[in-house]
């Protein structure tokens, strides 16, 4: 952010898509240290690019002289907005989004404006479909992304996630009965258990799923963690309560070294941590 600086800020969603598309013009773009505000320079840049889009030789695709018409006309728009507030810049994003460090708020700005609504407000669906795309690029930056997401959740929407890993969790030793119902003894638990402990135990059964289950997915270990899960997640809907992230499926599975062997590597992780079939699935109400 630019400190001491007289901002403007835009609300209204076209606006802010267009102060987005005047960010990714510029230098830098949606990574630089200031992410989320286009000044007077930016502008001037993105009036000069538009014009010469709109001159190029052998343009004569209507279609896109007509968005480029729009972008130019909207970029106008910002400018007559900043000289008449006399601001040194735009800002397009919530406060709360635009309030977060640099690197949370570039990764806020993808969310939303990349896999998002593009209002600039992250929100859950907006989330959802974030990681539904991160989960899909395999290996250390798609495990980053999801990790950065997470971590974006926390900031924005505390009250929905789980605060800490550590505390009270159910391990499969504690809820495992025997014939003829397995999960017996988590029905009667599961309902007593604060928010926190119930999100906890449903991190570390979902960890297990996906590792010492999967040597087997048609065991009956694996059927009967698919089953925990789908107990845990109904209870979790129901009270509208605090749900574990990837991040905190992760690091409760590591706690236990069996897991951990599972997931040494961040390659690893990303292959086998699928907030698809881990979260969504169980988490989603049909």
């Not at 930016?42 to 480029?68: F, H």
């Not at 999100?199 to 925990?228: C, G, H, K, M, N």
């Not at 040494?264 to 699935?281: F, G, H, K, N």
Request: aromatic fraction near 4%.
């Amino acid at each position: 952010m630019v400190s001491g600086a007289r901002l403007t800020k835009v609300t209204e969603p076209l606006l802010r898509q267009t102060a987005f598309s005047i960010e990714q013009m510029a230098p830098g773009g949606i990574e630089r240290p200031d992410a989320g505000m286009v000044k007077d320079a930016d502008v001037q840049r993105a009036l000069q690019r538009l014009d010469e889009l709109l001159g190029r030789p052998g343009q004569k695709d209507a279609s896109k002289k007509s968005a480029i018409r729009l972008v130019l006309e909207r970029t106008k728009k910002l400018e007559e907005r900043m000289k008449l507030e006399g601001t040194d810049g735009v800002v397009y994003l919530d406060d709360a989004e635009y309030g977060l460090q640099p690197r949370l708020r570039s990764a806020a700005i993808e969310i939303d404006f990349c896999f998002g609504d593009k209002n600039g407000r992250v929100g859950e669906e907006d989330i959802r479909e974030a990681r539904k795309h991160y989960g899909q690029v395999r290996g250390p930056v798609g495990w980053n992304r999801l990790l950065l997401t997470d971590e974006i959740e926390r900031r924005l929407f505390p009250e929905r996630t789980l605060r800490t890993t550590e505390g009270l969790r159910l391990l499969p030793e504690d809820w495992l009965s025997g014939p003829p119902d397995p999960l017996a003894r988590l029905k009667k638990v599961s309902r007593y258990l604060d928010d926190s402990a119930l999100a906890r135990t449903y991190a570390d059964i979902a960890a297990r799923l996906a590792t010492v289950a999967s040597r087997d997915p048609s065991s009956e270990l694996s059927q009967v963690f698919e089953q925990a899960l789908s107990l845990l997640g109904r209870e979790i809907r129901d009270r509208n309560s605090v749900r574990p992230t990837i991040t905190d499926i992760a690091r409760i599975g590591c706690e236990d070294p069996e897991v951990k062997e599972w997931l040494r590597t961040p390659i690893e992780m990303s292959r086998r941590l699928q907030p698809s079939s881990l979260l969504d699935r169980y988490l989603i109400a049909s």
